[in-house]
């Protein structure tokens, strides 16, 4: 057999194999909670804990979408209401939540693209989460001397 045949045989496996691998949740629309696992034996977790949607985000969720325009404002959530935190991709985002209890964020659910994040609210109370961005230029070379910005959200949970 030639040998650009047999290079063509193996990427053809390997797409193959790819494909028998995908997760259950693009066949079926739903995630499990038990991992997926390679032809080699090994556990891939789930990437999602909740049933996402084309843009990643988990069916019916989140209730509210919070940008840079609600800056010093307070939302009012009940409990195991979530917000979708996109204040975009121009900085480099270090978010806070005084009262993590109240509300944290949602792990391993993508989210698109400028957006920091789905936070869940847990129980009644009040937190507030701050937001620290500095502007993605400060990598470049030679950085950029754009200030950074400070993002505050009040938020209150009712039960």
Not at 40 to 47: K, L, Q
Not at 49 to 64: A, D, F, H, K, Y
Not at 147 to 157: A, D, E, G, K, R
Request: aromatic share 4%; with cysteine.
């Amino acid at each position: 057999m030639p040998k650009h045949m047999g290079f063509k045989l193996i990427v053809f496996l390997v797409m193959l194999a790819l494909a028998a691998c995908a997760p259950l949740t693009a066949q079926t629309g739903q995630n499990t909670s038990t991992p997926v696992t390679t032809p080699t034996g090994t556990p891939v977790p789930p990437a999602m804990t909740e049933t996402p949607t084309p843009g990643g985000i988990p069916t019916g969720e989140p209730s509210n979408t919070v940008t840079l325009s609600d800056n010093n404002q307070t939302i009012t959530l009940h409990v195991n209401d979530t917000f979708l935190l996109k204040l975009g991709n121009d900085y480099q985002w270090n978010i806070q939540i005084d009262h993590p209890k109240v509300v944290s964020r949602v792990v391993n659910i993508m989210v698109v693209r400028g957006a920091q994040g789905v936070y869940r609210a847990h129980e009644a109370g009040t937190a507030t989460l701050t937001a620290t961005g500095d502007p993605t230029c400060r990598q470049a070379t030679p950085p950029c001397m754009i200030p950074s910005i400070q993002f505050t959200l009040h938020i209150q949970v009712l039960p």
